[in-house]
């Protein structure tokens, strides 16, 4: 039940994109296309963006995209926006109905 | 619409206990998983326990195992989280989720444990 990897931090300009990178292993998000991503304003209870790996729930906005390759999945946040200043967290699936989150990724618009 | 009201949470000394609660509304418990994260101050999300639909499988962290129960009261539509024997690093928020396999899409607004002596 080790904790997936991700940058501490990253940052871009309003109107840039950014890629933020979740890397587990062979038993969690290589195994599964069970990756989610949430979005987490300080204070406030995490907001799921991303489940299935590149799936949207109903209302977020389509600049928000993930994908896998092998062990590592991302997610990509194009036209940056002030408000999406925050911490993102990565989430697989690892069986038997347990979950491993990552470490967290703090996104700062510059 | 789906809601989650998690409540119980509150200071407690080093090896007590405490249980958590989650009423949900808008979904049936027994249709779908649900889960227990935890954020310690400052710290990232944790999971910490699962439990199926179906109720016959739960699951829990390393960190918590043997000391946490989580169990609900389906016709309450009610998450529980036992836990025991606690330590000053289970201090933490603790949300309760809805969980499906590829995600959490529906959370509580959490409750803090704060274990202290």
């Known amino acids: 039940q080790s904790a997936l990897t991700q940058p501490r931090s990253v940052s871009g300009s309003p109107g840039q994109s950014v890629t933020i990178s979740c890397t587990g292993t062979?038993?969690?998000?290589?195994?599964?296309?069970?990756v989610s991503w949430y979005q987490q304003h300080p204070g406030k209870a995490p907001k799921l963006m991303i489940y299935?790996?590149?799936r949207r729930p109903s209302g977020v906005p389509d600049r928000f995209s993930g994908s896998k390759s092998g062990d590592t999945a991302s997610l990509t946040i194009s036209g940056l926006q002030a408000d999406d200043e925050a911490d993102y967290y990565c989430c697989s699936y690892a069986g038997s109905y347990t979950w491993v989150f990552g470490g967290g990724t703090k996104l700062t618009v510059l | 619409e789906v809601q989650l009201l998690d409540s119980g949470g509150g200071s407690v000394q080093p090896g007590g206990s405490l249980r958590l609660s989650c009423v949900a509304s808008g979904f049936a418990l027994s249709s779908y998983a649900s889960s227990w994260v935890r954020q310690a101050p400052g710290k990232g999300l944790e999971w910490v326990s699962g439990?199926?639909?179906?109720?016959?499988?739960?699951s829990y962290a390393d960190s918590v195992k043997g000391r946490f129960t989580i169990s609900r009261d389906i016709p309450k539509n009610t998450l529980f989280l036992q836990m025991n024997s606690l330590r000053t690093e289970d201090t933490a928020v603790y949300y309760c989720?809805?969980?499906?396999?590829?995600?959490?899409?529906?959370w509580g607004q959490g409750t803090l444990v704060t274990v202290s002596s």
């Open positions: 989720a809805k969980a499906l396999y590829g995600g959490m899409d529906d």
């Open positions: 439990i199926s639909g179906s109720g016959d499988t739960t």
């Open positions: 299935d790996v590149t």
């Open positions: 062979s038993s969690d998000v290589g195994d599964y296309n069970f």
